[in-house]
């Protein structure tokens, strides 16, 4: 084999072996079947939640996956493949999720989640899941209703007393004037 080809694909394996290792969640996916513009659409839906999709040959796929210590990944790398690398570990999954229920051709497969290879079930399960930024906001509202909660008893609290105590000021008042 040539010397060039060979370098080129050693830098093609590297460059998949780093996607593995460095992205959130990884999903394989089987686009056969899909039209030029589906694709398109699915890239563009990808690319809006930072998600990068790429079509690598399966061999050097799978030699990836196995420098990565994913080997088990090799048995989703059959037929024509598309790996998507998401940033956070839902993102990806939940893309390909909600456009494979739209379009039957897509073949959710399997994917790695935080260092772990998953099937589809999985995956599915992943994308039912919300957002970083839905998860923070869910995290955040369950942490602030208790002391939303004490803040609205206390108001209520310090409203009673004070119109107890505004009741008294007048009637104090009333015979100051009268005097």
Not at 8 to 21: A, D, G, R
Not at 84 to 113: C, N, P
Not at 165 to 179: C, D, H, L, V
């Amino acid at each position: 084999m040539n010397q060039n080809v060979l370098e080129s694909k050693k830098n093609v394996v590297t460059e998949i072996q780093e996607k593995y290792v460095n992205s959130g969640s990884t999903v394989v996916v089987e686009y056969r079947g899909l039209t030029v513009a589906e694709v398109t659409e699915l890239r563009r839906n990808l690319r809006e939640e930072g998600v990068e999709m790429k079509v690598y040959k399966n061999t050097l796929a799978s030699r990836a996956a196995e420098n990565a210590g994913f080997g088990d990944l090799s048995k989703y790398l059959t037929g024509p493949n598309a790996l998507a690398f998401g940033g956070d570990e839902t993102a990806a999954a939940r893309v390909m999720s909600k456009f494979a229920k739209k379009h039957k051709a897509l073949i959710l497969k399997g994917g790695i989640v935080e260092g772990k290879v998953v099937d589809e079930n999985t995956v599915n399960e992943l994308a039912a899941l919300p957002n970083r930024e839905g998860m923070l906001s869910m995290l955040l509202s369950v942490l602030n209703a208790p002391v939303s909660s004490f803040a609205r008893v206390i108001q209520a609290v310090a409203d009673s007393k004070g119109g107890a105590s505004g009741e008294a000021t007048q009637e104090e008042a009333a015979p100051e004037a009268a005097a």
